[in-house]
């Protein structure tokens, strides 16, 4: 049916080129492997036109969770001299090699809307079945590791966990994060996607002293949260985790599964309430705030607008629409506030759209009933493929492409896009 439409058939084409057999490559070169959050969004994608590889694409990442319940942010499933830092730098000892710290957990979502549009329902409730112990394990992981005190949110530990890597949110953090003692390196990325539009040496350096620190302390996921100089409370990276726990929590009861029904819909409950301890009436948006020195991080980024993806007051959603309409930008949704002067409208997450981040943001929206704000997004990100190609990220001043090129997750939210409006 999508493949009618020119940009579904382009990002059809994509998908498949990217796919691996079991599992799809954010795009080649740049990022050889598995990705978790890029793999619970491509299955959206992959649904379009093959719904039994959708499902297969979120059970191969689950297939490599970690005992602890914790799933790893990328799985080396083979050999690739072209990424850094690759399976012998993270060393975490398992069977399939795969990094030691994890993503946004979106899976719980992804799972939910796979269900939800489903058209072979006996397999899709077969399939969700068999996963929804494992991403609970993975919820429970979180809650248990990252908030042990029990505030309601969980504190990422390292700023490739939010898979926002450079964003300006973690500028002052980082700062006390060390330098000293990291083995020389040579970095790939920069081989594949121009240095000027990725981080700096500076944030490598300091994204190395913690893998390194973590590999230090054998990876006992129970301990790294305290031992890490970085504790960042991001509202987006939460937001998707309280949306997954509603989520999941949805898929539970359908399923006759009333304890982790009820288990993931008190994570939900504690986390939407703590989430409004973040909100900034100046900026019009929540804010990461600081666990190490408990203070808010002063920084507007798309972190902050993402928490329209959770169930927040109707009057943030609001709030959040109106911020994102005074943005000016050429395109939506910057990463960060252009108005900002840290913003670069170039480097990775300091400035560019990311359309991950739109599905998202919109998604929420319309939940929310602010239908026009989603509907601006969704038209918005459509228009930058038409005239700018199926990027990993692009300029929202020019819409210049920038970054990796044929990549898999746009190509993924293209087709969820033209859903969206076709609905
Ligand atoms: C990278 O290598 O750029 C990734 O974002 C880390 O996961």
Redo the contacts with the bound molecule.
């Keep these: 049916m999508t493949a009618q439409d020119p940009l579904a058939k382009i990002a059809e084409d994509i998908l498949r080129e990217n796919d691996r057999g079991s599992y799809t490559v954010p795009t080649k070169g740049l990022?050889p492997f598995q990705?978790n959050w890029d793999s619970c969004l491509t299955a959206l994608g992959q649904r379009h036109y093959d719904e039994a590889r959708a499902w297969t694409e979120i059970e191969t990442l689950f297939a490599h969770q970690w005992p602890c319940g914790m799933v790893p942010?990328?799985i080396f499933h083979l050999n690739d001299d072209g990424?850094f830092p690759g399976p012998e730098v993270w060393s975490t000892g398992r069977p399939v090699p795969t990094s030691g710290i994890t993503q946004p957990a979106v899976a719980g979502f992804a799972l939910r809307r796979l269900f939800d549009r489903a058209s072979n329902r006996a397999e899709a409730e077969a399939r969700v079945r068999a996963l929804l112990p494992k991403v609970a394990a993975w919820h429970r992981w979180f809650f248990a590791t990252r908030d042990p005190k029990g505030e309601g949110l969980v504190a990422i530990i390292h700023p490739?966990e939010s898979?926002r890597?450079n964003s300006i949110d973690w500028d002052v953090s980082f700062e006390r994060v060390p330098t000293e003692g990291i083995a020389p390196y040579t970095r790939r990325?920069t081989q594949h996607a121009n240095p000027e539009h990725r981080p700096t040496k500076a944030q490598y350096d300091r994204y190395l002293w913690l893998v390194e620190h973590f590999r230090s302390l054998g990876w006992d996921t129970a301990k790294l949260h305290d031992a890490s100089p970085f504790q960042v409370v991001d509202p987006g990276f939460n937001a998707i985790l309280l949306r997954a726990c509603a989520d999941l929590a949805d898929l539970a009861e359908a399923l006759g599964e009333p304890a982790l029904a009820a288990e993931n819909r008190a994570f939900a409950a504690r986390g939407l309430a703590a989430l409004e301890r973040l909100w900034s009436v100046e900026h019009g948006q929540y804010l990461c705030g600081d666990r190490t020195t408990g203070a808010l991080i002063d920084s507007a980024s798309v972190g902050g607008l993402l928490a329209a993806f959770a169930a927040i007051p109707p009057a943030r959603a609001q709030a959040i629409a109106a911020s994102i309409e005074a943005h000016g930008a050429r395109f939506r949704v910057p990463s960060h506030a252009p108005a900002d002067p840290r913003f670069d409208a170039k480097r990775y997450w300091r400035g560019p759209v990311w359309l991950v981040v739109n599905y998202m943001i919109a998604d929420g929206l319309v939940r929310a009933g602010q239908t026009a704000a989603a509907a601006a997004i969704t038209r918005s990100s459509l228009d930058l493929i038409h005239e700018s190609g199926f990027a990993e990220y692009y300029d929202p001043t020019t819409g210049e492409p920038l970054g990796g090129g044929r990549f898999t997750w746009t190509a993924a939210m293209v087709l969820e896009f033209l859903a969206m409006e076709r609905a």
């Design positions: 990022y990705w942010h990328i990424y490739w898979g890597d990325d």
